[in-house]
């Protein structure tokens, strides 16, 4: 799977929009783009995952550049509670690696007041 | 719908001894995988399970273990613990090809 590359922290004002960016510059075709973040003393959760469009949900919008090479995870109104380690993953879902995810050391994002 | 379920939550064990971990996955979910995380090594892949069989192993030694039973309930053994095995033990369940992991919160294993 492609290795990413991710910023080791980023802060943010509370209410302001937080972009958390990630380089997948190996990224293959068939890879897609995952983001999950985790709060002190919590298992990972899931965010957001996407293959070349931009997607949204309640959580957060995935913006993936036109070539792949990096992406941008999105927190419109970040609040306290988005204060995480954000890690963006790049991931083949064909059966054998249905659960196996690479995880680097992932953005630890803090949210100020 | 019930998130992944881990039990113990928190476990304190002494070197040489072994241990048990369970994990309950999401209702539905066939597929369970077990991680590793510390804070010198982050998250590490241990091992995942798919209708009862092994299918996918990390580069841990032979002391980490684990099953899955008919039902989907995985639980992980490590034997002869060491004080490096200390970490917290994740587990994550997933429905089926480009699905998402719902991670559990995890057992803290503490080994003195």
């Known amino acids: 799977d492609a290795k990413t590359t991710q910023p080791t922290s980023m802060d943010c004002a509370e209410g302001r929009a937080a972009n958390l960016p990630c380089n997948h510059s190996?990224?293959?075709?068939?890879?897609?783009v995952y983001w999950y973040r985790q709060i002190h003393s919590q298992g990972p959760q899931y965010i957001i995952h996407?293959?070349?469009n931009n997607e949204t949900n309640e959580m957060a919008s995935l913006i993936i550049t036109e070539d792949r090479k990096s992406s941008t995870l999105i927190l419109p109104h970040a609040t306290l509670r988005d204060t995480a380690v954000y890690y963006c993953?790049?991931?083949?879902?064909?059966?054998?690696?249905?659960?196996?995810?690479?995880f680097g050391r992932g953005t630890q994002l803090t949210v100020w007041p | 719908k019930a998130g992944v379920t881990q039990t113990p939550r928190y476990l304190i064990k002494t070197r040489g001894q072994q241990v048990t971990l369970s994990c309950s996955p999401i209702?539905?979910?066939?597929?369970v995988s077990w991680y590793q995380q510390t804070p010198g090594q982050g998250l590490q892949f241990l091992f995942e399970?798919?209708?009862?069989?092994?299918?996918n192993k990390g580069n841990f030694p032979g002391r980490f273990s684990g099953r899955q039973f008919s039902n989907s309930r995985s639980e992980m053994n490590v034997s002869t613990l060491e004080l490096g095995d200390s970490a917290l033990y994740l587990c994550?369940?997933?429905?089926?090809?480009?699905?998402?992991?719902?991670f559990g919160n995890g057992t803290r294993l503490t080994v003195t």
């Open positions: 994550a369940s997933s429905l089926a090809f480009n699905s998402p992991l719902h």
């Open positions: 996407g293959l070349k």
């Open positions: 190996t990224i293959s075709g068939n890879e897609y």
């Open positions: 209702s539905g979910h066939r597929s």
């Open positions: 993953i790049v991931r083949v879902d064909r059966g054998s690696t249905l659960g196996r995810l690479y």
């Open positions: 399970y798919f209708s009862e069989t092994q299918r």
